[in-house]
């Protein structure tokens, strides 16, 4: 799993995240399993985001490795991996004062989830939530 950290004060349609991925210098970016850094586009999946807020879907990007052949996903920085939540989603229903926000169930799924950990912190959430896959981070 690649995450981006382009800024995420914006909101993600189809048109940012290819952008996103067009910018990114693949060269860079080093296999955690073989250290090397030969990628090519290997697949896509449909993935829904900002389920709160409104609900979207994006083409992820996977890539694969030329040496090794470990494919990866390429997410946006605020995108949780294996979650249709958002983490800037999490924090807003945790942090909200008004109840009515979301429903009770998703309220108390959250903050049980969550509650071993600061729900602000980003790397944390997506380590909790990754599957036993590595998580590579990446600049764009």
């Known amino acids: 799993m690649i995450i981006t950290n382009f800024p995420s004060n914006f909101k993600l349609n189809q048109i940012i995240y290819d952008k996103i991925?067009?910018?990114i210098d693949f060269d860079s970016i080093v296999c955690n399993s073989c250290s090397h850094h030969d990628w090519a586009f290997h697949a896509t999946y449909l993935r829904s985001v900002d389920f709160l807020v409104r609900n979207v879907k994006i083409k992820i990007v996977r890539i694969i490795c030329l040496n090794c052949g470990k494919t990866h996903a390429i997410l946006v920085n605020d995108m949780i991996p294996?979650?249709?939540?958002?983490?800037?989603?999490?924090?807003?229903?945790?942090?909200?004062?008004?109840?009515?926000?979301?429903?009770?169930?998703?309220?108390?799924?959250?903050?049980?989830?969550?509650?071993?950990?600061?729900?602000?912190?980003?790397?944390?959430?997506?380590?909790?939530?990754?599957r036993n896959f590595s998580i590579i981070s990446c600049s764009t």
Do not use: E, G, M, T
């Open 82 to 130: 294996f979650s249709i939540l958002s983490h800037s989603d999490i924090i807003n229903v945790l942090s909200s004062l008004d109840p009515d926000f979301v429903y009770s169930s998703h309220l108390w799924f959250l903050k049980s989830k969550y509650q071993s950990i600061d729900y602000l912190d980003y790397y944390r959430i997506c380590l909790l939530n990754r």
């Open 21 to 23: 991925i067009a910018s």
